[in-house]
Nanobody, 127 residues
């Protein structure tokens, strides 16, 4: 059974940084594109960042480009999201997930293409 566990969320002031981690178990991690999504109260879940199973290919939402960096460590079955220059509008629950198909980046920005979601970690940015 696939399991994803996110950690690293918390409360930070605007302009600060946080590093989120997602540890995966139960699946051959290196075959899958991984994604980070977020959901703020009353809003739809939105794509934040993703990293291809290839490793060298990354994807970012325009709203976080240049501020967030996604990385993965296949040996540790971990994908990380380094968040910098945080803004109050970054406040949300952050989730990681596997894209459904192995060896695929198709739909890397579409949450409907992902499964095996973690429980999420809360990020709150105060102004």
């Amino acid at each position: 059974q696939v399991q994803l566990v996110e950690s690293g969320g918390g409360l930070v002031q605007a302009g600060g940084s946080l590093r989120l981690s997602c540890v995966a178990s139960g699946r051959s991690f290196n075959r899958y594109t991984m994604g980070w999504f977020r959901q703020a109260p009353g809003k739809e879940r939105e794509f934040v960042a993703g990293q291809s199973w290839i490793g060298s290919i990354t994807y970012y939402a325009d709203s976080v480009k240049g501020r967030f960096t996604v990385s993965r460590d296949n040996a540790k079955n971990t994908v990380n999201l380094q968040m910098g220059s945080l803004k109050p509008e970054d406040t949300a629950v952050y989730y990681c997930a596997f894209i459904t198909e192995p060896y695929s980046d198709v739909g890397a920005r579409d949450y409907a293409k992902y499964d095996s979601w973690g429980q999420g970690t809360q990020v709150t940015v105060s102004s």
